[in-house]
């Protein structure tokens, strides 16, 4: 009789599970970064990635017609190999990169979209910098709970970066990987990626600094006065932080950064050569290539937002968490026909307006 009411109340909770989980949607997103693309489902922390360089090829005018087959190829083969389940909704989230081709040509972009829609079954959305910010902050205060002290988190990506707090976010289109294009533009006159930049006068780093204040105008615009910063991303985690570590003889995962640490640092290197200053530091050459863009883009952060110290702590952030929680995304996804003709109109700002206004006609913008 014990083990009939074991089994009878073991029965009863796989079916009050079974309709529990029977509300929440089934979902499957796609995070399209910069470098590739990261898979996952509702109610599963499995993540599964495929790496394709869209930076590179739209960096030197070629577009992401290159990028399209691996892109369709992903978004059709990620699911199978996480053992995802096949009725799910699908959405596909573009970030950086495809906010960059869409700059270049939202009408083409609109068409590769429709491609990789028809030939992968992924409506795929350009999500707005500001939207990006706001998976940002949400996914790490979900990891990081209490230990994160500061207001705001700093995600530098390839190709964008962005200050996300609760209710104010600053986003650009310079991460580490632009800002160091443009750094190797204006002093190198170089389209290498990474381009040698170092040894580097005191001119080289004043002009630098020149530069950056003026492509960080809306931090200060953007973001509330105080505000503060935690560091979560391996520019900094695998860089920077390392460097200065290294340098100040402090353990090797450091949890904060001062402004003088990071300047001493920047100016104590930035007249080495790169394998010099890579064997010196103790760090990886893949980072030590862009150690010194890093270490002036982190300290111009700082500048802008007051100077106060840097909190680190590495973690595994994706835009996953915050495109399956986001219904607006996957309303579009059902219209994604009506989506694309308003980014054909309206640019990345389509995703603000409303799917359910999709049998009205929307105007071009005025200026």
């Known amino acids: 009789m014990s083990n009939f009411r074991h089994l009878l109340a073991g029965l009863l909770g796989c079916v009050l599970a079974a309709i529990a989980s029977a509300g929440e949607p089934c979902r499957i997103a796609f995070d399209m970064g910069s470098s590739g693309i990261r898979a996952g489902q509702s109610g599963r922390t499995a993540v599964i990635r495929a790496d394709i360089d869209y930076l590179t090829p739209l960096s030197v005018g070629r577009g992401l017609a290159e990028t399209l087959p691996p892109t369709m190829a992903a978004l059709r083969d990620l699911p199978a ?4 389940d096949n009725d799910c909704a699908r959405l ?3 970030f950086s990169a495809w906010r960059i081709a869409a700059q270049e040509d939202r009408k083409k972009l609109a068409a590769d979209l429709e491609a990789i829609r028809t030939h992968s079954g992924v409506a795929v959305l350009v999500i707005p910098q500001r939207q990006e910010g706001a998976y940002g902050y949400q996914g790490a205060h979900q990891l990081l709970g209490e230990q994160l002290k500061t207001t705001h988190i700093l995600d530098i990506g390839g190709g964008s970066l962005q200050v996300a707090g609760a209710s104010h976010s600053f986003g650009a289109m310079f991460g580490q990987k632009l800002w160091h294009r443009e750094l190797c533009r204006a002093l190198r006159n170089s389209s290498e990626l990474p381009c040698t930049l170092q040894p580097m006068t005191a001119q080289d780093i004043d002009s630098a600094r020149r530069l950056l204040r003026d492509r960080l105008q809306g931090v200060t615009r953007d973001l509330p006065q105080g505000a503060t910063m935690t560091a979560i991303s391996r520019p900094v985690t695998r860089g920077v932080a390392p460097a200065v570590a290294h340098l100040f003889n402090r353990p ?5 950064i001062s402004p003088a640490m990071l300047r001493a640092t920047l100016e104590l290197n930035a007249s080495l050569g790169l394998d010099e200053m890579a064997e010196r530091l103790g760090i990886e050459r893949k980072y030590a290539a862009y150690l010194i863009s890093d270490l002036l883009l982190v300290e111009g952060l700082l500048e802008a937002t007051g100077n106060h110290d840097l909190g680190v702590a590495e973690i595994d952030l994706t835009n996953l968490p915050g495109l399956l929680a986001d219904d607006r ?10 989506y694309l003709q308003r980014l054909r109109t309206l640019g990345v700002a389509a995703y603000y307006s409303d799917p359910a206004t999709c049998a009205i006609p929307i105007r071009m913008p005025t200026r």
Request: glycine share 28%; charged share 25%.
């Open 81 to 84: 190999r996480g053992g995802f």
């Open 92 to 94: 596909g989230g573009g």
């Open 252 to 256: 090797s995962k450091l949890a904060e």
């Open 329 to 338: 995304g996957y309303r579009w996804a059902a219209q994604h026909d009506c």
